[in-house]
């Protein structure tokens, strides 16, 4: 009399292992840019597969509550940027309520500065925030998080991501950058670059009969339609360019002004005498050049600068600067830095990641085994400590299943919550197992049902209270600790829902006939 | 075959004062500890890295097991706190003290020619303070939330607070073992904190449940919770015992701590348990429903 309808729990719980066992081996389900090793659909995160994360603040401080009517807002920025010594009126903000979505305006000051010199600041050019506190608003976090994913991209690293984390604790916000499979210095390299880019002109002026040689701002970041990838050609490294239509005239000017665009070209003899071009990334010149005669004259002619011919090319002195002026010309310049001296950083070798991951699984493999062992030597008989190692793995399984579902990048705190659940889970087939079995033979379906009743009602309440304990963490991003809750909890969920319950109606099968 | 069997204890021979008094003392001992840390260093427990910041380095090194400990030494300039061996991988765990330069550490290791760099983690003393903070609320909010959903479940004042206490008790008494033992906290002893309290109720509301809800005679329920719940304490001992020992051989620092910590617990679990939680509730069955 076994029907499917009597038995739906163990129905339930092979439907489950079903779906979850194709999730981890399908085929279909991996996706082609995940760092998916191995036979299985499962992601690996950096302490599993080598790599390097850093979790830290954004640089910088933020006024809020200002009262201010909007009329002239750069004049604000100035008087805030001159009462700060060594920040530039570019790192200092006035941030609109309507881009906020509040109704008070802030100011950001995007510098490594103290709290005290932004609020005298603040305070001397006229204005009085409500607080100030660390960090930037939230449009500039999210512009930030952004261009650093896209510097990450650029560069070619695949599966790098960005995230940005409220710490509940201190109240923070912090930036999460994953890098699988780079080094620590390839990756505080790239997040150190705040990656301003300026094309100067360096040309000489006339003052009071002598010739004074200056700079001239002629490019930023902006003023590029599209950018290339790094190339190589015989003269060196370049990255080649192509300048926004309405940038153009401007900057055409700029060459012929400057003599930079002179008949014949020039050549560029910094830092003495000679018109040329630099090339200024973050304040250090990577790339200095004059100009060829033809695209002087094209210049001078107008042709250069017309709808389809705005090309230009940025020779650099090596090929890595050519590489760094690309990721940053094509990301763009963050807002602001990330503080990385406030925050952690993380490297793992892809031979530490990839011993972690064995380790990892041998300790997993011993536990089970253990509990197998104290099962079977307290059980004695088979028909009960079998089924509950079985039902127990079906769990893990189960567990394994959801997270290549979702895609869950794998790190040692996971492995650690798979543990967790094994235990919970086995704790909770004990109680099942103890409970229907008790002296007085389980002989009617009414006896069984009010055993089992029973014994449920003890594992809700325990599994209740372990989600209970977790669910802070799950929230609260505290480092490892919210990939460990949040699989606790999942796991501890699929447990009492799903496989614990299954096994009451495998042991009624197995003792009932 | 060696079989395990779950002893019958005659509780009739032990007065509740007898039988709450040893985990009781055992809970003061831990206390005068850990208030003794506090007080000469300050802070209840050592703090790891993760709380104190601090850089750490892994290297493997190409040298004869004596001498590996000199070269590491010889090789950086900064202060080292602590060197770890892992049996397994032949890998050294280096611990350098909070403001070190961890950029010079690195080039150190790389000119190093026996070492082979491994990983680094590094994290700043500020950073460090704020993950104390939002741990130690995190084990807070946890420890509440358990406490209410237990009286939620109960609803009764005595068997409510036994499990409290008992769940207070297996946190107390490790974080007290730790000091003893100079196991520092880190984020993975957090973790086995919480589950710690997930896994001492587990017991605590078996015992609770077929005290309160099941017919049949006070010695007789403890009896039938106690062979399930010494089962289930014993199975997860087991488990984490097997996981500290293979994960401390192989140097995966995160489970090592996890499974220590739960060992410790767990253990004194079986006394809180089998020992407080069965006072408090006989004296609650025999006396304070009387009252």
């Known amino acids: ?513 | 075959m060696v079989e395990f069997t779950v002893p019958e204890v005659d509780y009739t021979r032990y007065s509740n004062r007898q039988l709450a008094g040893v985990p009781l003392g055992v809970l003061a001992v831990a206390v005068l500890i850990l208030a003794g840390w506090y007080a000469t260093t300050g802070a209840p427990v050592a703090m790891g890295i993760d709380f104190t910041g601090g850089t750490q380095l892994r290297v493997a090194v190409d040298a004869p097991s004596g001498q590996a400990d000199a070269l590491i030494r010889n090789t950086f300039d900064e202060r080292i706190e602590s060197i770890q061996f892992v049996p397994a991988s032949g890998e050294y765990i280096v611990t350098f003290g909070p403001n070190v330069d961890a950029d010079a550490i690195q080039s150190q290791t790389r000119s190093a020619e026996q070492l082979d760099y491994r990983g680094l983690s590094e994290v700043a003393p500020g950073f460090g303070a704020d993950v104390q903070r939002t741990a130690l609320i995190g084990v807070v909010i946890a420890f509440l939330g358990m406490s209410l959903l237990v009286f939620a479940l109960f609803r009764t004042f005595v068997p409510s607070i036994a499990v409290v206490a008992s769940a207070f008790s297996d946190l107390i008494i490790p974080l007290a073992l730790m000091d003893l033992l100079g196991i520092q906290l880190s984020i993975g002893t957090v973790a086995a904190l919480l589950m710690l309290i997930g896994y001492s109720v587990d017991s605590d509301i078996l015992l609770n449940t077929h005290v309160l809800r099941r017919p049949g005679d006070f010695y007789e329920s403890t009896d039938r919770a106690m062979k399930t719940g010494v089962t289930m304490t014993v199975t997860s001992l087991a488990a984490m015992a097997a996981m500290a020992l293979t994960a401390t051989l192989f140097g995966v620092e995160l489970l090592a701590s996890i499974g220590t910590i739960l060992v410790f617990g767990l253990v004194t679990d079986l006394m809180n348990t089998y020992m407080l939680n069965v006072s408090l509730l006989r004296w609650y069955k025999y006396e304070g429903v009387a009252r």
């Open chain 1, 1 to 513: 009399m076994s029907t499917i309808r009597d038995n739906w729990r163990i129905a339930l719980l092979i439907v489950a292992v079903a779906v979850s066992l194709f999730l981890l081996f399908s085929p279909t389900m991996g996706t082609a840019s995940a760092a998916s090793n191995g036979p299985t659909n499962l992601k690996y995160g950096l302490q599993l597969s080598g790599g390097t994360s850093i979790r830290a603040p954004l640089v910088g401080w933020t006024a809020e509550g200002i009262q201010y009517d909007g009329s002239n807002t750069t004049a604000v920025e100035d008087a805030v940027s001159d009462r700060l010594p060594g920040v530039p009126t570019r790192n200092v903000e006035m941030v609109s309520p309507a881009t906020r979505g509040e109704s008070s305006w802030a100011l950001e000051v995007r510098d490594n500065v103290t709290k005290s010199a932004v609020q005298s600041a603040v305070s001397g050019a006229g204005l009085s925030p409500d607080t100030v506190r660390p960090g930037v608003t939230k449009p500039t976090r999210q512009e930030t998080v952004t261009i650093l994913q896209d510097k990450i991209d650029e560069t070619g690293i695949q599966g790098g991501q960005v995230r940005s984390v409220f710490s509940v604790g201190t109240q923070r916000h912090l930036i999460t950058v994953e890098v699988p499979s780079a080094n620590r210095t390839e990756v505080l390299n790239l997040l150190n670059d705040r990656g301003r880019v300026q094309v100067l002109a360096y040309h000489g002026a006339d003052r009071n009969g002598t010739t004074v040689y200056t700079n001239r701002t002629t490019l930023t970041n902006d003023d590029f339609q599209r950018v290339s990838v790094p190339q190589q050609s015989a003269q060196g490294p370049y990255v080649s360019v192509v300048v926004k239509e309405q940038v153009a005239p401007r900057f055409r000017e700029d060459m012929i002004q400057t003599g930079i665009a002179s008949q014949g070209g020039s050549g560029c003899g910094f830092p003495r005498e000679g018109s040329c071009l630099l090339i200024v990334n973050d304040g250090e010149i990577v790339g200095q050049f004059g100009m060829e005669p033809s695209l002087a004259n094209s210049m001078r002619s107008g042709a250069w600068g017309s709808s389809n011919q705005r090309t230009f090319i940025l020779p650099t002195g090596n090929f890595s600067a050519a590489q760094r002026l690309s990721v940053n010309l094509r990301a763009g310049e963050l807002p602001t830095g990330l503080a990385i001296r406030q925050g952690t950083v993380e490297y793992v070798s892809p031979t530490l990641g990839a011993s972690a991951r064995l380790n990892a699984l041998v300790a997993a493999i011993v536990a089970v085994l253990a509990v197998s062992v104290v099962v079977g030597l307290r059980y004695g008989d088979f028909r009960i400590a079998v089924p509950m190692v079985l039902t127990g793995l079906a769990e893990v399984v189960l567990m394994l299943g959801f997270a290549s579902g979702v895609g869950l990048a794998l790190g040692l705190s996971h492995i650690a919550g798979f543990i967790a659940v094994i235990g919970t889970g086995v704790d909770d087939l004990i109680i099942i197992a103890d409970e229907i079995m008790q002296e007085g033979d389980v002989a009617t379906d009414r006896v069984f049902r009010s055993r089992f009743r029973k014994a449920l009602w003890v594992i809700g309440g325990a599994a209740a209270t372990t989600i209970v304990a977790m669910s802070p963490l799950a929230v609260m991003s505290l480092q490892d600790l919210q990939g460990f809750a949040i699989v606790t909890i999942v796991g501890v969920l699929l447990g009492v829902l799903v496989t614990r319950p299954a096994y009451g109606d495998i042991l009624r099968n197995l003792v009932m006939d």
